[in-house]
């Protein structure tokens, strides 16, 4: 999940007689599942924020593309920093930091302090998730970690379920009269928490050889980002301005500039941000693209979904959490079904049948909803959703594997983290483009009797979009191998089959 090579994140087998390894162990599980949570609760929040603040479309994108984005740009930075100065030390400064901007949000006395602070957020959670991996490696011993990588799979599916659901329960229960504020509040005990027993039941570890930190390199993706989506989020609401099509092109040139730099940086000292000789193993550059796509794809339906159930549909935040239950469900099963049973046996052709029947899911969705319209409920949603969740948890489980599986063991941590890297920055980016699939077809001014179904007809539109992006997404998997080499030489064995886990926390949204 980091940025560094595995072997230099490796450090000497640690001992299995030490308990606090599984103290350890809880704590760090509990940074990575307050980071999937977030992003699920939040969802589900947003007409409430949307409501009570006064929120433009525009800041209610921000709300949700503004974590994803700090969080994308960090990700590689913040696995490098715990190399060089500790994964203790930075694990806890992240969980420490990602409290307080919690705190803010929840305290936000407009939406743009609650922006602020979402990006905040982000950048924390940067600095806290890549540490997970390391410090897991450097705790538990390799006949561990098979075990200790399983459970990522339970907490998928659990802050899967429980992220909408919470989110539903502490928005419609209005506690102390705080409306959506708890869903950021309840941060604050866990956080404290993990905190005081992280500094003292977590190992300290640092990479054995110094390294450097790529600031350019940091700076040049950061920047490029943004030149990419500001005008996205923004261009509807200001009228598509010249600028924001020049600044979309600049983005291109800046992640040029970012690539030859990158490419001078590592032949000077071998210390880039990003590992490009990794883009030459054709299975990694191909499920790069895939995972990019799938991002794009799921930042789309999301928000688009909650907004269509709870602005269009009227439903409440209850209703709206409880009718997804089938889909997060679905995800579950599927996801332990392929990587135990189907992946082993038919290798490649499980994960682009994930792609088709999602797709499936998603044009059975677009059908229900223009049959029934504004009298659609959550029972004929259960069909489509729970075949959209097979399809995915199809997918997410064992792509990274599929990704990694040609790439060379030294490269094996700068890829994973690569792998999730890209793929927040197309949940980002799908996000941004909801201002063009979404509400680019909802007049900004709407009588009431018009809203539900301008959204429906919105909704529909947007389920076209990400069909298609499935559809990219099965062609684009023929470029994966037919099986995850496991023994090819050189490449990262099942000793680091646990980098791959650690990527599926990130993939639910």
Same mark, same amino acid.
């Given at each position: ?150 459970? !990522?799979? /339970?907490? $998928? ?5 429980? *992220?909408?659901?919470? =989110?539903?329960? &502490?928005? +419609?229960?209005? @506690? ?78 800046? !992640?040029? /500039?970012? $690539? ?5 940086? *590592?032949?000077?000292? =071998?210390?880039? &941000?990003? +590992?490009?000789? @990794? ?80 797709? /499936?899911? $998603? ?9 029934? =319209? ?136």
């Amino acid at each position: 999940m980091h940025s560094t090579d595995i072997a230099h994140a490796r450090t000497p087998e640690p001992a299995t007689g030490d308990r606090r390894r599984w103290f350890a162990l809880a704590i760090v599980m509990t940074a990575a599942f307050m980071d999937l949570v977030d992003v699920t609760i939040v969802n589900i929040a947003v007409p409430s924020i949307q409501r009570d603040e006064g929120a433009t479309f525009s800041q209610i994108q921000w709300i949700t593309a503004g974590y994803a984005l700090a969080f994308a740009a960090g990700l590689v930075t913040g696995g490098r920093l715990g190399d060089i100065h500790g994964r203790k030390r930075v694990f806890l400064v992240g969980i420490g930091g990602f409290t307080v901007a919690s705190a803010l949000c929840g305290l936000a006395v407009n939406p743009e302090m609650l922006v602020a602070s979402r990006i905040l957020q982000g950048a924390m959670a940067a600095l806290m998730v890549p540490q997970v991996l390391s410090i897991v490696h450097a705790t538990f011993p390799a006949h561990e970690r098979g075990k200790v990588f399983g459970l !990522f799979g /339970a907490i $998928v599916g659990l802050g899967a379920v429980s *992220g909408p659901l919470l =989110g539903a329960l &502490l928005t +419609e229960g209005n @506690l102390f009269g705080l409306e959506w504020r708890p869903i950021f509040l309840i941060n604050l005990p866990v956080g404290v928490a993990a905190l005081v027993l992280g500094s003292r039941f977590i190992t300290e570890s640092k990479a054995p050889r110094a390294l450097k930190l790529d600031l350019p390199g940091v700076a040049l993706v950061t920047l490029a980002l943004l030149m990419l989506l500001y005008p996205l989020t923004r261009g509807r609401q200001l009228g598509w301005p010249v600028w924001g099509y020049v600044s979309m092109a600049g983005a291109l040139v800046v !992640f040029a /500039a970012l $690539v030859a730099y990158e490419r001078a940086k *590592g032949a000077r000292d =071998g210390s880039p &941000l990003i +590992e490009l000789s @990794l883009f030459r193993v054709k299975s990694f550059a191909a499920g790069i693209a895939v995972q990019t796509v799938f991002g794009v794809g799921l930042g789309v339906f999301f928000l688009v979904w909650t907004l269509y159930m709870q602005i269009g549909l009227g439903w409440s935040a209850l209703r709206a959490g409880l009718t997804g239950v089938p889909f997060s469900v679905a995800v579950s099963v599927a996801a332990g079904m392929s990587v135990q049973q189907l992946v082993p046996r038919f290798g490649r052709k499980v994960l682009q049948a994930g792609a088709l029947v999602m797709a /499936a899911g $998603v044009l059975i969705y677009l059908a229900e909803a223009e049959r029934y =319209g504004l009298g659609i409920t959550s029972w004929q949603m259960a069909l489509p959703l729970v075949v959209m969740g097979a399809g995915m948890g199809l997918i997410v489980a064992p792509l990274t594997d599929a990704v990694l599986s040609e790439v060379p063991r030294e490269h094996a941590g700068s890829a994973s983290g690569l792998i999730n890297t890209v793929q927040q920055m197309g949940h980002a980016l799908g996000l941004g483009l909801v201002s063009v699939v979404f509400f680019g077809v909802i007049d900004e001014r709407l009588a009431p009797a018009e809203v539900g179904p301008a959204f429906v007809d919105g909704f529909t539109h947007a389920l076209s979009w990400v069909a298609a992006v499935l559809g990219a997404i099965f062609l684009l998997m023929f470029a994966l191998p037919k099986r995850p080499a496991q023994h090819v030489e050189g490449a990262a064995d099942a000793e680091e089959a646990p980098v791959a886990g650690e990527k599926e926390p990130e993939l639910v949204p």
